[in-house]
């Protein structure tokens, strides 16, 4: 008797516990605190719970994380000696993935497995302004280096955009839309087909983007997934969307 007593509430505990995962999986939670429901048919699991998702959030969490962008960074030389803005680049990249939200969006219907990722990065106006000067910066010293390199540089450069050319194709794309939530959040979509093509082998992909505004910061998300995931989870996007809260 004790032991089917201790299997009896073995399982009711397992079964609370699965049904409690299986509420709290079908919402996530952007950067920015906007809280997309993506119904009960469809599965969210938390990045940072992954195997490359853990590896990735523990480093950021270490206090040198920084440190090795800085070196990353400085080894490419991006940035001239005299104009190293390595440091300060990199501590905000580092404080910028932070706030990051990692997920993967899973559901299974007409005996098909479908999956997609999603990722939401909060940007503040300061760091944007900052982004901005840094990228002027590169591309005024790379104008500038190139002009001084002379025509080897220039053979190199175009051997670089020989290898890139037609290995991304845009299949189909929608316009960025203004919309609001029934809960009033403002945001921005669109949403496009790629397709990545290299020595014959190609990778169809569906990406959606969406753009939320709060007070002193830009919130930035993303999911993609392969095209027969997209066109599943597109309506379940936008109807999240539409219901999406702060």
């Given at each position: 008797?004790?032991?089917?007593?201790?299997?009896?509430?073995?399982?009711?505990?397992?079964?609370?516990?699965?049904?409690?995962?299986?509420?709290q999986?079908?919402?996530?939670?952007?950067?920015?605190?906007?809280?997309?429901?993506?119904?009960?048919?469809?599965?969210?699991?938390?990045?940072?719970?992954?195997?490359?998702?853990?590896?990735?959030?523990?480093?950021?969490?270490?206090?040198?994380?920084?440190?090795?962008?800085?070196?990353?960074?400085?080894?490419?030389?991006?940035?001239?000696k005299?104009?190293d803005?390595?440091?300060?680049?990199?501590?905000?990249?580092?404080?910028?993935?932070?706030?990051?939200?990692?997920?993967?969006?899973?559901?299974?219907?007409?005996?098909?497995?479908?999956?997609?990722?999603?990722?939401?990065?909060?940007?503040?106006?300061?760091d944007?302004?900052?982004?901005?000067?840094?990228?002027?910066?590169?591309?005024?010293?790379?104008?500038?280096?190139?002009?001084?390199?002379?025509?080897?540089?220039?053979?190199?450069?175009?051997?670089?955009?020989?290898?890139?050319?037609?290995?991304?194709?845009v299949?189909?794309?929608?316009?960025?839309?203004?919309?609001?939530?029934?809960?009033?959040?403002?945001?921005?979509?669109?949403?496009?087909?790629?397709?990545?093509?290299?020595?014959?082998?190609?990778?169809?992909?569906?990406?959606?983007?969406?753009i939320?505004?709060?007070?002193?910061?830009?919130?930035?998300?993303?999911?993609?997934?392969?095209?027969?995931s997209?066109?599943?989870?597109?309506?379940?996007?936008?109807?999240?969307?539409?219901?999406?809260?702060?």
């Amino acid at each position: 008797m004790k032991m089917k007593k201790w299997l009896a509430v073995s399982l009711t505990a397992l079964a609370v516990t699965a049904g409690g995962m299986a509420v709290q999986a079908d919402s996530l939670t952007l950067s920015g605190g906007e809280v997309l429901d993506m119904g009960s048919s469809v599965s969210v699991y938390p990045g940072e719970r992954s195997f490359f998702g853990s590896q990735l959030h523990d480093w950021l969490m270490e206090p040198d994380a920084a440190v090795t962008v800085e070196k990353a960074l400085e080894g490419a030389s991006v940035f001239p000696k005299d104009k190293d803005y390595s440091k300060e680049l990199s501590e905000m990249a580092v404080s910028i993935l932070r706030t990051g939200k990692v997920y993967q969006v899973r559901a299974s219907a007409n005996d098909t497995f479908y999956q997609g990722m999603m990722v939401s990065l909060s940007v503040s106006d300061s760091d944007m302004l900052k982004l901005a000067l840094y990228g002027k910066t590169a591309l005024a010293d790379k104008d500038a280096a190139e002009s001084s390199a002379g025509t080897e540089k220039k053979e190199s450069l175009d051997k670089a955009l020989d290898l890139l050319h037609g290995a991304v194709a845009v299949d189909e794309h929608s316009h960025w839309e203004d919309r609001k939530s029934d809960q009033g959040l403002a945001y921005r979509t669109a949403d496009a087909k790629l397709s990545l093509t290299k020595n014959g082998f190609m990778i169809p992909l569906y990406v959606k983007g969406i753009i939320t505004r709060e007070e002193g910061k830009t919130v930035y998300t993303v999911f993609a997934a392969d095209q027969a995931s997209g066109n599943y989870f597109r309506p379940f996007l936008d109807k999240a969307l539409k219901e999406a809260k702060k």
